[in-house]
């Protein structure tokens, strides 16, 4: 749980003193929705209904005055209530048009109204503050850290997975809250202020700035929002049937990334025909070039870096995972953060269908696709093939390599580099020889004199053994353990290749077990069914049981939950011809 010691900076209305004893008769909301992975995430005792938030961007792109207001309906009666914010400065909080009491310290705005809200009441709150975006939470998490504000002086970039929009609007920020957004962005006049939703006006000013003002009509979660502020050239691809389709593409966009992006009406046409008419009226890409090393599902305008890699097709496939998400994210959000099934593991199974189909190969792509993946989920981590020559290279370029390993050290040292496969006549051979330790030069001469041809290490291995012997084996992922899609808890990478590339093949697996008519009616069924709103893991298991029986049902629990990745047998996938260790 995130701890919430933080110092406080408080600026308590004088107006406390006034408060009628009914007041404190009744009860605070929650600050904290109790998210199973970001438990700091969010706060109770009220739904968000719609945010009106007006920035006042510096030239700089360093520092921000904003103002928001949120509308919201009580869901108990409310003595006080949190906004999730950072570490801005508050200057003043109004509720139903009485200034009120506030504390703030981060990641919370504490507020205490003159008169208690009661259930089911209509209420407005607004928040005037300034300084340069900021949160100790933003900082501790797991994704992006304290880079979500991305600022240089040719571009802003700012970006809020999985929890980071607090730190510049005071919101209810967990993705389960949601609400329609109005912006209205201040910012140099020469450069475009981007956001979601429909543009609805630019105002030139007379102080040599522009406001740009948009809606965003349909319930959204803080973490899809954007915003950008810089040079971009907008394109617009025209219409997909209704939806207008618009991009805002950095000037340093590459060749290749561009040529991605404007297959968006293709894509889009491709997703419509498998799941239903797209959710919202406007789609497109926002290219950016503060060093953007991922893409984002950002709900109606997915953001992208302006070069992703020199393959059109895995910049294709890119696009078209993120303009998956629309359906499965912006549209149905997930519940809470174990659920990120819901969202990544459809997106990635859609990129891989779209490729297979832009491919016109018919499925052979998609089974490619699933070839090359397997064996990591069959092990649960990354894996790593090195030949007999590439292990000697390695254990001979050690930075400890005159170090003696000894007793249960070398034990574990001997265990790990041949993930416990060390046949008994080669470890009896080193013990004997060296039975005081051994250091890994000494080591390495007698491996090469063994007669085997590979090693397949795991990820976990890898990590101890660099710890162990002094990094043997470079180019180790600091986070390659694969967690069944359906398990995630604390301490689990969130974007892990189990939830992705696991959770894909959950789908296939599905498909191939109920058929394509049923598969793809399931799939239409559970948007319809949780339309604008949220959806959890069981959520979709359930409806699985309801319109695709039993037997479909457990095949998906075993593909969501099992510790061991099942076997894939329609494609030929056995889980225990994929084992780590030592290979003659």
Not at 323 to 352: P, R
Not at 412 to 432: I, K, S, Y
Request: hydrophobic share 40%; aromatic share 10%.
């Amino acid at each position: 749980m995130f701890s919430r010691t933080f110092k406080t900076v408080a600026r308590v209305s004088t107006l406390l003193l006034g408060f009628s004893t009914f007041v404190f008769a009744q009860t605070a909301g929650s600050s904290s929705l109790n998210d199973p992975i970001f438990a700091f995430m969010g706060n109770g005792g009220y739904d968000a209904q719609d945010y009106d938030i007006a920035l006042k961007i510096s030239s700089d792109h360093q520092t921000e005055q904003g103002a928001t207001t949120m509308t919201a309906v009580a869901t108990q009666d409310l003595s006080g209530f949190n906004l999730d914010f950072g570490s801005m400065t508050v200057t003043s909080v109004i509720v139903n048009g009485d200034m009120a009491g506030f504390a703030q310290a981060d990641p919370e705005l504490s507020i205490t109204p003159t008169k208690a809200i009661l259930k089911g009441e209509n209420f407005k709150v607004s928040v005037t503050y300034a300084g340069k975006p900021g949160s100790v939470a933003v900082n501790t998490s797991a994704f992006g850290g304290a880079n979500f504000w991305m600022a240089s002086l040719n571009q802003l970039t700012v970006l809020s997975e999985p929890s980071a929009m607090f730190a510049w609007s005071p919101v209810n920020d967990h993705p389960s809250d949601k609400a329609t957004f109005s912006f209205h962005l201040n910012a140099p006049s020469k450069e475009q202020a981007i956001t979601n939703g429909v543009l609805i006006s630019r105002v030139e000013n007379n102080d040599g700035t522009a406001t740009s003002n948009y809606r965003i009509d349909t319930p959204t979660s803080t973490y899809f929002v954007v915003l950008a502020i810089g040079e971009f050239k907008l394109v617009d691809q025209g219409k997909v049937g209704k939806v207008r389709v618009r991009h805002y593409l950095s000037p340093r966009t590459s060749n290749v990334m561009r040529s991605a992006v404007l297959e968006t009406p293709k894509i889009i046409s491709f997703l419509e025909d498998k799941l239903g008419a797209y959710p919202f009226s406007e789609v497109g890409v926002l290219t950016v070039d503060n060093q953007l090393g991922f893409a984002l599902e950002t709900q109606s305008l997915v953001t992208l870096p302006v070069s992703w890699s020199n393959d059109l097709e895995s910049n294709v496939e890119t696009v078209a995972h993120e303009l998956a998400h629309q359906w499965f994210g912006a549209d149905v959000t997930f519940k809470s953060h174990k659920d990120i099934f819901v969202h990544e593991g459809f997106a990635e199974y859609f990129g891989w269908l779209y490729s297979n189909f832009n491919a016109n190969d018919k499925d052979a792509t998609l089974k490619a696709e699933i070839e090359k993946d397997y064996p990591n989920l069959a092990v649960g981590s990354a894996v790593l093939q090195v030949s007999k020559y590439q292990l000697l290279q390695r254990l001979r370029g050690s930075r400890y390599g005159n170090a003696i390993l000894v007793g249960d050290t070398l034990e574990r040292a001997l265990g790990l580099m041949f993930e416990g496969t060390l046949p008994q006549q080669f470890h009896d051979e080193v013990t004997a020889k060296f039975p005081k330790g051994a250091t890994i030069l000494q080591i390495s001469d007698l491996v090469s004199r063994w007669n085997f041809t590979s090693v397949r290490l795991g990820t976990p291995s890898r990590i101890e053994l660099i710890r162990l012997t002094g990094g043997i084996l470079p180019n180790t992922p600091a986070s390659g353990i694969y967690t069944p899609p359906g398990t995630l808890k604390i301490g689990d990478d969130l974007f892990n290749d189990g939830v992705y590339l696991r959770g894909a093949m959950t789908l296939h697996a599905l498909r191939l077990k109920v058929g394509d008519e049923k598969f793809f009616g399931l799939l239409r069924a559970y948007l319809e069914k949780y339309k604008f709103s949220n959806a959890s893991v069981e959520d979709f298991v359930n409806l699985t049981l309801e319109l695709a029986g039993t037997d479909a049902k457990t095949l998906l629990e075993h593909w969501l939950f099992d510790v061991q990745c099942p076997d894939f047998p329609e494609l030929g996938l056995y889980a225990k011809d994929f084992k780590l260790g030592i290979i003659f």
